[in-house]
């Protein structure tokens, strides 16, 4: 959907769209000099000196970084963007108009590195092309323990009761009447453009069409959910909803307060553990890692994240929640949590091609907390939005290793953002024959695209010392019998 969006905006930046012969606006010169890709064979040793490459792109990035520039790019990925059919005329301007400054910058800091692309172009001898090269994370020497095979519950043990959320999508302009099948991305708003003869409109709470919920939903749902007992609730991200290329700063922030507050007054009698979606920031999937300072940073993001939190999370995790989106707790003896930022594994996260190398070094800091946990004895439960299995190739290797390694330690995985049902299954990295870790996948909340709102209920048997699962549907929930 909106990532052609971004790819056609990209797309100019590396072909030099604004070159002389490309369409541009009469009254201006080009923004940027010939096509990149031409470039590749006039530059070599023999003719360009690694000094002259270097002093071209240094004079690229700052003719991009000028407001004229980003505005002379967007205006040709929005030109593409509607010539090549791929979204709506006004959602190809709104959405590039977001996008194009994040885009350029991080554009600027990677590709078009100097040290980077005069790597690429000349060779190693003039810089390191290394935009998501493979990397690893250091697993301690401590020798692995030996593996305990699993043992089901006896009859009649304890249980901790854990809800999971997960992709509420809010959407604060859904009206019921509206047309839930129009052109946009979203549908089943104000703007969607009118009903389609002999077809009906959308519906008071929700429709099965491309269309997230209306609060009402969303508040029923969890005046449902407040008539039942729990002992925590993980929610797993994606606050706002899908029409991505209208969504400001301010519009964030209303919609993680509006839905914080929301679940703090149906289900405040127990503590709520969150973790970041990639539809919390804007631009979507925009999650710069920390070393990003100024405006571009995500310092906005967390901060908000930090005072609508407050009251569910210590001041230790805090600091790592408003550092990098992540943070750890010890939820009760014998358990501790770990909610990840796996936008910083995302592919869609067009901020890793700066680094792309454990951003925020959060893979490392989980080995830590993992190497703790083990030598305390306790068992960890982790959270988050993307499921490991849809990240890029190294951070997904390197969390699998982590996994295989502390396998007796991890005694489940939550995640969301596929709106489906479903699960991953992790096996020994040595022979992938032995399964040896579950991550759950919970059903979305809103109906986008398509579906049943749903929700996730955990039963945690609080006497088993593996990760064994043993599996039940009972009506709209999940059962899931897991060890601490």
Same mark, same amino acid.
């Given at each position: ?69 980003m505005d002379e790019v967007g205006h040709v990925a929005t030109k593409l963007c509607i010539i090549m059919k791929i979204e709506p005329q006004d959602v190809c301007s709104q959405a590039i108009k977001l996008f194009e400054r994040d885009v350029i910058i991080a554009w600027i800091d990677s590709i078009l590195k100097p040290s980077e692309i005069c790597g690429l172009l000349l060779g190693s001898d003039c810089g390191h092309w290394d935009i998501y090269s493979a990397w690893n994370v250091t697993l301690p020497d401590t020798p692995k323990p030996p593996v305990v ?59 099965? %069409?491309?269309?997230? &919920?209306? =609060?009402? *939903? /969303?508040?029923? #749902?969890?005046? $449902? ?24 700063? %301010?519009?964030?922030? &209303?919609? =993680?307060? *509006? /839905?914080?507050? #929301?679940?703090? $007054? ?219």
């Amino acid at each position: 959907m909106m990532a052609m969006a971004v790819r056609v905006l990209v797309l100019c930046l590396g072909l030099g769209l604004l070159s002389p012969g490309a369409e541009t606006r009469p009254q201006r010169p080009p923004a940027v000099p010939s096509p990149l890709l031409a470039l590749a064979p006039r530059l070599s040793r023999a003719n360009v000196t690694c000094w002259a490459c270097k002093a071209l792109f240094t004079l690229l990035d700052m003719a991009l970084k000028l407001k004229t520039s980003m505005d002379e790019v967007g205006h040709v990925a929005t030109k593409l963007c509607i010539i090549m059919k791929i979204e709506p005329q006004d959602v190809c301007s709104q959405a590039i108009k977001l996008f194009e400054r994040d885009v350029i910058i991080a554009w600027i800091d990677s590709i078009l590195k100097p040290s980077e692309i005069c790597g690429l172009l000349l060779g190693s001898d003039c810089g390191h092309w290394d935009i998501y090269s493979a990397w690893n994370v250091t697993l301690p020497d401590t020798p692995k323990p030996p593996v305990v095979p699993p043992k089901p519950p006896r009859a009649g043990a304890p249980v901790t009761r854990v809800l999971f959320l997960t992709d509420i999508h809010w959407d604060k302009d859904y009206t019921p009447g509206s047309n839930p099948d129009c052109q946009d991305p979203l549908c089943c708003r104000s703007g969607s453009g009118p009903v389609p003869p002999h077809q009906r409109g959308a519906g008071q709470w929700g429709e099965y %069409s491309k269309c997230d &919920l209306p =609060l009402r *939903t /969303i508040e029923n #749902l969890l005046q $449902h959910l407040q008539s039942q007992h729990y002992n925590m609730v993980y929610w797993t991200g994606d606050i706002p909803a899908h029409n991505i290329w209208q969504q400001t700063r %301010s519009d964030q922030v &209303l919609a =993680l307060n *509006t /839905i914080t507050q #929301l679940i703090h $007054h149906y289900l405040g009698n127990v503590t709520i553990y969150p973790s970041v979606g990639n539809h919390e920031s804007s631009p979507v999937n925009s999650f710069p890692p920390p070393f990003i300072h100024g405006k571009e940073s995500s310092d906005w993001l967390y901060s908000a994240m930090v005072d609508a939190w407050k009251e569910w999370l210590p001041q230790e995790a805090l600091k790592t929640l408003r550092r990098g989106g992540f943070y750890t707790v010890k939820v009760q003896p014998g358990l501790r949590l770990v909610s990840l930022n796996m936008n910083f594994c995302s592919h869609e996260n067009f901020w890793l091609m700066v680094n792309s190398t454990d951003p925020a070094g959060q893979l490392q800091w989980l080995i830590n907390i993992l190497q703790e946990a083990e030598e305390n004895g306790d068992k960890v439960h982790i959270i988050g939005h993307i499921p490991p299995g849809h990240c890029l190739k190294s951070w997904s290797w390197s969390y699998y290793r982590i996994v295989s390694r502390y396998e007796g330690t991890i005694a489940a995985q939550f995640f969301g953002h596929t709106h489906v049902d479903e699960f991953e299954v992790f096996y020994d990295a040595d022979t992938l024959s032995r399964p040896l870790s579950v991550a759950f996948i919970a059903p979305s909340v809103t109906t986008y695209i398509n579906l049943n709102p749903d929700s996730l209920l955990v039963h945690k048997n609080v006497q088993l010392t593996s990760n064994t699962c043993l599996c039940l549907r009972t009506g709209a929930d999940f059962c899931c019998y897991i060890g601490t």
